[in-house]
């Protein structure tokens, strides 16, 4: 069975390499911003729009031409920068996300470079990719499969990375061939049908004194003047430190469920409308759930497990595990514990709704 897997590394570019795939960033960036305002101003003008082909024609035929430092970058990167254009307009016409916006330079920065006859490969402990020549990486993971592409990123924070997507052959790995239903929540990152409770570790809830201080820090400094730029990079690496600790532990629970359950029910949350309550919008950002779902998801894929998504709309937290009579007093997010009034069971709010949630998840299994 074949499989797309993506490998990414820490990448230690030297300052040509460095200075090169800064002028990438910046190729991509404009290319992407030209065609981006070109297509808005023919929608505006003529309801006409450009497709990904004409978009690539005009690039080699006209904008390189006006403009010949685009040649210095890799000329594939400049066409992955319109096939992400292209993909921004079809994402919006499917309404899965707002209309494309123009890249910045000061967020992080990145490009995409397609592996053409050999042309990006594994070399010792380095990646040899087009124009840039060998780019020293830490070499954390093997793999045996063939490059399809390479991206090269850049963080706010000042790191260098470089994701492999690599086509591989692989076998799905056992599971424990458990059943287990979840509750997500805010105190505690789920509660499980089996009563077991992860906390929920509020990564920057803990690190938000030290953000506010550099925050106050930056806030303080010249515009344009290197100690601002300093200030940002050490409020910009407090937020990736804060990223990668909540990304560790979110790979560590995933990994457990996926290696102990064949199945597993959760609920279909919105965390898109959920997160337009204020008062807890950052308290679920901090959580992370739609994350931790994405990796929950692909690992249980890897062992042949089923995640099972059930309906946002079903009542979990009001039905009575035990008789199935619902309660709509629990609508009441401060009620944590309650009586059945139909036949007396006493209920532990998440751990009842998890058991509803696995309950219901086995039924569309089933059906």
Known sequence: MKRIRGYKYRAYPNKKQQEFFAKTFGSCRY???HYLAM??????EWHDTMSFPE????????????????????????QQSLRHLENAYENFCAKRSGYPK????????????????GSIRIEGAAVRLPKAGKVKIVKTREFDGRIISATVSLTSGGRWYISLQVEEEFELQPNKGGKVGIDAGLSALYTDSENNRIENPKTLSKHEKRI?????????????????????????REHEKVADIRNDFQHKISYRLA?????????????????????LARSISDASWNEFFRKLEYKMGDRGGILIKVPRTYPSSQICSCCGRQNRKVRDLAIRSWTCP????????????AVNILVKGLEMLAS
Request: hydrophobic share 25%; aromatic share 4%; net charge positive.
């Open 342 to 353: 139909e036949c007396g069971a006493q209920h532990d709010r998440d751990k009842n709704a």
């Open 259 to 279: 290696s102990d359950n064949q199945v597993v029910c959760i609920e279909d949350l919105d965390v898109r409308g959920m997160m337009k309550d204020h008062k």
């Open 102 to 117: 123009f890249k910045r330079k000061r967020s992080d920065q990145s490009y995409r470079t397609m592996n053409n006859n």
């Open 31 to 33: 290319v992407y911003n």
């Open 212 to 236: 506010r201080r550099l925050q106050r820090s930056l806030s303080r400094k010249q515009k344009g003047s290197k100690n601002r730029e300093k200030a940002r990079i050490r409020l910009a």
């Open 55 to 78: 978009t690539t024609k005009d690039l080699a035929n006209n904008l390189k031409k006006e403009h010949e430092w685009l040649k210095q970058a890799d000329s594939s990167a400049l």
């Open 39 to 44: 297509r808005r101003s023919r929608w505006e």
